[in-house]
């Protein structure tokens, strides 16, 4: 069973930074790709960043050169950081390995 549990969300006036963690349980996840989606109130969930087991990243054109994605292999760890922050970034940022997900963690974005 796989575990994901992230970290790091708070309130952030908007042009903050912040930093968020997800630390994964298990074996798979050095050789798997990991995805940062969050879900604002009333939306649908969105993709925001992966990175590929090799560590090559992809973005969502709205966070393209504000947010960098990053993991550590041997902690178990995905990063995204998140600077330039604007209201509208302001969801439940949820990472994701394969079919498991995290519980979310609350980013808020205040203009």
């Known amino acids: 069973q796989v575990q994901l549990v992230e970290s790091g969300g708070g309130l952030v006036q908007a042009g903050g930074s912040l930093r968020l963690s997800c630390a994964a349980s298990g074996s798979i996840f050095s050789r798997n790709a990991m995805g940062w989606y969050r879900q604002a109130p009333g939306k649908l969930r969105e993709f925001v960043a992966r990175?590929?087991?090799?560590?090559?990243?992809n973005y969502a054109d709205s966070v393209k050169g504000r947010f960098t994605i990053s993991r550590d292999n041997a902690k178990n760890t995905v990063y995204l950081q998140m600077n330039g922050l604007k209201p509208e970034d302001t969801g439940v940022y949820l990472c994701?390995?394969?079919?498991?997900w995290g519980k979310g963690t609350l980013v808020t974005v205040s203009s």
């Open positions: 990175i590929s087991g090799g560590g090559i990243p």
């Open positions: 994701q390995l394969m079919e498991y």
